[in-house]
């Protein structure tokens, strides 16, 4: 009998971390190979981990709902047939953890692993993982040193369970304080000492906060946030953290294309099987303009600009729930048909759960229907790393002045454009708006939708 481990998979080619929402068995159970034993949420996506071998379930290695990074062990497995219990993801890992070993940081003791970043000046603290290397030999991984620090924990107290007696996630996630034994005097006394022979300043003094009271009662409900929300939350927050938002809004007369979609929305329903809404055109309007203005096909990442050639546009899809943004890959090579169809398989996944990985990558800019529920007026959050998003909002029938100095009736639209301002500036988003709103002009009763 040995023990394998199974790692978290590479679930995308841009993914670095995900969380396990939910385990599919438990400790005791009898898997088999390819067996769905998890389900990993990484970017809004729902997907299933299979097990790498048969055997029983020994040991859950992770906490539910925590961010982890790919390749991380979640799981132990007991096989038969194996003498050695180190498996191929042991391998891995012990291999791993040699390369992070020649960029290790020397430090006094053990107990020195956990460092209080926050009272080290800025560029002294190296935000790369490394592997932290003690004067007695010890190793601990950028994961036992996270957990570690989260939990106030001295790893100089923690017994490694792991190979050569190297500590381990699970060595600290079932570490107690209160198993410690007392120090040894000798450590004791030379600590006092230590203690006695410094300086004594007296400490300031500090007020205590005040007090919070908790404004919750027996009514209310605490939900705490599934795997896909909490994707949503993080992206959002490192959105409006890092991108300077500039917002910029213009009208639009679409008269011409209400007629058109008219003229069109019945037959396409009868002959392809679905309502046509406005949304296609939208997007057509976008990418005619993406051609023209290729720095708003861009992504900001690591303090560089990326270009990108291919334009495929990120689509927003609400659920009773929850918030998606899937992919329409080479937008530009569909005509508004197309387009609509891929909406429509997009929003359809979206709904039923059955988005892929490769569904919500590779997006360069974001179009947002947001006059689907009435919206007037809005400011979109970028979809990061993208340049830039921009909110449809709905159509309402308004009297504009005519060049005669009277009025007429039409069908008017705000678009609303948020712009990453390290990339594009005032005048490049009025350019691009501009065109914009002269594409959906332009649409005619005459214009051809395949």
């Known amino acids: 009998m040995g023990i394998k481990k199974i790692l978290l998979p590479g679930l995308g080619e841009?993914?670095?971390?995900?969380?396990?929402?939910?385990?599919?068995?438990?400790?005791?159970?009898?898997?088999?190979r390819y067996q769905p034993i998890a389900e990993a949420v990484s970017d809004k996506v729902t997907t299933e981990i299979p097990s790498d071998f048969s055997g029983v379930v020994k040991s859950f290695l992770i906490d539910l709902d925590v961010d982890v990074p790919i390749h991380t062990p979640i799981m132990e497995i007991e096989v038969e047939?194996?003498?050695d219990s180190t498996s191929t993801s042991d391998i891995q890992e012990e291999s791993a953890a040699l390369q992070e070993e020649t960029t290790a940081a020397p430090v006094k003791s053990a107990g020195d692993a956990i460092v209080n970043t926050s009272e080290m000046p800025s560029d002294e603290v190296n935000t790369k993982p490394e592997k932290i290397v003690s004067e007695k030999g010890a190793r601990f991984s950028p994961a036992v040193l996270k957990i570690a620090g989260e939990r106030g924990i001295d790893l100089s107290?923690?017994?490694?369970?792991?190979?050569?007696?190297?500590?381990?996630r699970k060595d600290v996630l079932n570490f107690k304080p209160e198993s410690v034994k007392q120090e040894p005097a000798a450590m004791h006394d030379m600590v006092a000492s230590q203690v006695s022979e410094a300086p004594v300043q007296s400490a300031p003094e500090v007020k205590s906060a005040p007090k919070t009271e908790s404004i919750s009662n027996s009514q209310d409900t605490i939900v705490k946030p599934d795997g896909v929300r909490k994707a949503i939350a993080k992206r959002m927050v490192q959105s409006v953290n890092e991108i300077p938002h500039a917002w910029l809004m213009?009208?639009?007369?679409?008269?011409?294309l209400v007629k058109l979609r008219n003229k069109y929305k019945d037959d396409f329903k009868?002959?392809?099987?679905?309502?046509?809404?406005?949304?296609p055109f939208f997007i057509k309007a976008v990418v005619q303009a993406l051609k023209k203005h290729p720095k708003f096909n861009a992504s900001w990442v690591d303090n560089v600009i990326?270009?990108?050639?291919?334009?495929?546009?990120?689509?927003?899809?609400?659920?009773?729930?929850?918030?998606?943004?899937?992919?329409?890959?080479?937008?530009?090579?569909?005509?508004?048909?197309?387009?609509?169809?891929e909406v429509k398989r997009l929003a359809?996944?979206?709904?039923?759960?059955?988005?892929?990985?490769?569904d919500m990558q590779g997006g360069t800019m974001t179009v947002n229907n947001t006059g689907s529920f009435g919206s007037i007026m809005s400011q979109g959050i970028i979809n990061y790393p993208q340049a830039a998003i921009l909110q449809i909002e709905s159509i309402n029938k308004r009297l504009?002045?005519?060049e005669d100095g009277g009025f007429k009736a039409a069908d008017m639209i705000n678009l609303c454009l948020s712009i990453d301002h390290r990339i594009l500036d005032g005048l490049q988003a009025g350019r691009f708006l501009k065109d914009v709103k002269e594409n959906l002009s332009h649409f005619t009763k005459e214009s051809d939708i395949y």
């Open 306 to 341: 990326t270009y990108h050639k291919d334009i495929n546009i990120s689509v927003a899809v609400a659920t009773d729930e929850h918030l998606f943004v899937p992919v329409i890959r080479n937008a530009d090579q569909y005509s508004v048909m197309g387009i609509a169809k």
């Open 270 to 279: 009868r002959n392809e099987g679905i309502s046509l809404s406005f949304y």
């Open 250 to 256: 213009v009208e639009a007369d679409v008269t011409e």
């Open 400 to 402: 504009v002045p005519t």
């Open 81 to 83: 047939g194996e003498g």
């Open 348 to 358: 359809d996944a979206a709904r039923q759960g059955n988005l892929s990985n490769e």
């Open 14 to 32: 841009s993914v670095t971390e995900a969380s396990i929402t939910n385990w599919l068995v438990k400790e005791g159970d009898t898997v088999e």
């Open 157 to 168: 107290q923690v017994k490694g369970t792991g190979k050569g007696g190297r500590i381990t």
